[in-house]
């Protein structure tokens, strides 16, 4: 299994920011290619501004998709304006992990 932590600061628009993240999501689970084999979770630490993603994927191919698709690039360029410089990606092989 293969994944990224992506982690940043953000303190804007509370409501614009949850409105890209939904988008993004949607288009996953819409995506007959990635749908399944590409998993999204976000979030935010209770304290502070700092934001948490984790995706995981089955195969290198299936994050290649991913990155081919408009949705993806437009989301991509939305997190990076989010971040304000502050984005953090790690790429990451997941070694344990529970059922579910």
Not at 22 to 28: G, L, Q
Not at 32 to 41: H, I, L, N, P
Not at 68 to 82: E, I, M, N, P, V
Not at 84 to 96: D, E, F
């Amino acid at each position: 299994m293969h994944g990224i932590d992506i982690q940043y600061e953000f303190s804007g628009d509370e409501a614009e920011w949850t409105a890209a993240i939904r988008a993004f999501v949607k288009a996953i689970d819409a995506d007959e290619d990635v749908a399944g084999r590409f998993t999204y979770r976000v979030t935010k630490a209770k304290q502070g501004n700092t934001r948490i993603h984790w995706g995981q994927w089955d195969v290198p191919e299936t994050v290649q998709i991913l990155q081919s698709r408009d949705y993806f690039k437009t989301f991509a360029t939305k997190l990076q304006g989010f971040s304000n410089g502050t984005l953090s990606p790690t790429p990451v092989s997941v070694l344990h992990r529970t059922k579910t």
